[in-house]
């Protein structure tokens, strides 16, 4: 003998509708949330403007400082046919070559 196999959808147009709607609206709340707190984190600081002006600001870095001596002649780096250059680089940077591992 078989059971009668019984439908899970309710009979009502009233309750179709309002299951579907349970299963709907989280999900929609749940992409509208997920792209609200996404285009909220591309929060930018804009580094290229006042008073950073990261693009245009003169640099006066160690690094940078040695670069114009290269480009000006003012400095020749030194090779090792063993590590290149590093060594010549740290002792115009002042650097301890004791604290490179």
């Known amino acids: 003998m078989r059971l009668p196999v019984r439908d899970s959808r309710p009979r009502h147009p ?3 509708a309002r299951s579907r709607v349970v299963r709907v609206v989280p999900i929609v709340v749940g992409v509208a949330c997920l792209v609200v707190f996404c285009l909220g984190a591309r929060g930018e600081i804009p580094f290229e403007c006042e008073p950073i002006n990261y693009l245009t ?3 006066h870095d160690p690094v940078a400082l040695l670069q114009a001596k290269l ?3 003012k400095v020749a780096l030194g090779h090792d046919d063993r590590q290149g250059s590093p060594r010549s680089v740290l002792e115009q940077l002042n650097v301890p ?3 490179q591992v």
């Open 97 to 99: 070559i004791s604290s």
């Open 57 to 59: 600001a003169p640099l």
């Open 14 to 16: 009233r309750l179709a």
């Open 71 to 73: 480009q000006a002649g």
